[in-house]
């Protein structure tokens, strides 16, 4: 089983929508998790980070949650703008080292 | 505050040679991994290295090496390159748990490696 897990692969909503991404996980032995944002051929840019004993982190439009006991996190991006069109993925961080685990992405498309 | 610089940002090599890609951390990271991203595996973790240590190393042959130096700044080499060694490769940094910091990860803008 993959460890991260991200569904749906691919979405795509007209502008104003709110989106909801969502990030599955295995082993709840985590330290944190990392959201980030990917653009076509380019790096990646750290959104939010939700550290194990917290619940949620804003940011913005942005809000992130954490539940390690049903191993999910969700992004929320609140009145999507055509600009928020990307690849968003998760990561998870075990405590040894700093090994990040990826989720697959979810490509979200937002229709002006 | 200069972000992860990783170069060069594109390059082209030939079956069987060597490459080396560069990466210099955020100032005052002292960890460094490396990431390999196609469109058929996703993003998979390389090796990590922090005071010039490789700390965690992925599931890759032993063509992919790396090392880092005192200023923290790294680099990547793929001996015997082959086709399927096609990718974006990605560098970031960060702080650790061992020093007290956020082990909140920074990316560069990525090296795309095409092996023709």
């Known amino acids: 089983k993959q460890e991260v897990t991200q569904i749906p692969a691919a979405l795509s909503v007209p502008e104003g929508e709110n989106l909801v991404l969502n990030c599955s996980f295995t082993?709840?032995?985590?330290?944190?998790l990392q959201w980030f944002r990917q653009d076509p051929g380019k790096g990646l840019t750290s959104l939010l980070l939700?550290?194990?004993?917290?619940r949620e982190q804003t940011s913005g439009r942005l809000n992130a949650s954490l539940d390690k006991s049903s191993g999910r996190s969700t992004l929320y991006i609140a009145a999507s703008q055509p600009g928020d069109s990307a690849t968003y993925l998760c990561?998870?961080?075990?405590?040894?080292?700093?090994?990040?685990?990826f989720g697959g992405g979810t490509r979200v498309l937002v229709k002006p | 505050k200069a972000g992860v610089t990783q170069t060069p940002r594109y390059l082209i090599k030939t079956r069987g040679q060597q490459v080396t890609l560069s990466c210099s951390p955020i100032?005052?990271?002292?960890?460094v991994s490396w990431y390999q991203q196609t469109p058929g595996q996703g993003l998979q973790f390389l090796f990590e290295?922090?005071?010039?240590?490789?700390?965690n190393k992925g599931n890759f042959p032993g063509r992919f090496s790396g090392r880092q130096f005192s200023n923290s700044r790294s680099e990547m080499n793929v001996s015997t390159l082959e086709l399927g060694d096609s990718a974006l490769y990605l560098c970031?940094?960060?702080?650790?748990?061992?020093?007290?910091?956020?082990?909140?990860?920074?990316f560069g803008q990525g090296t795309r490696l095409t092996v023709v």
């Open positions: 082993d709840s032995a985590i330290y944190n």
């Open positions: 970031a940094s960060s702080f650790t748990l061992l020093t007290g910091g956020t082990p909140e990860a920074f």
């Open positions: 290295y922090f005071s010039e240590t490789q700390r």
């Open positions: 939700i550290q194990s004993s917290q």
């Open positions: 100032s005052g990271h002292r960890s």
């Open positions: 990561a998870k961080l075990k405590a040894a080292g700093n090994k990040l685990t």
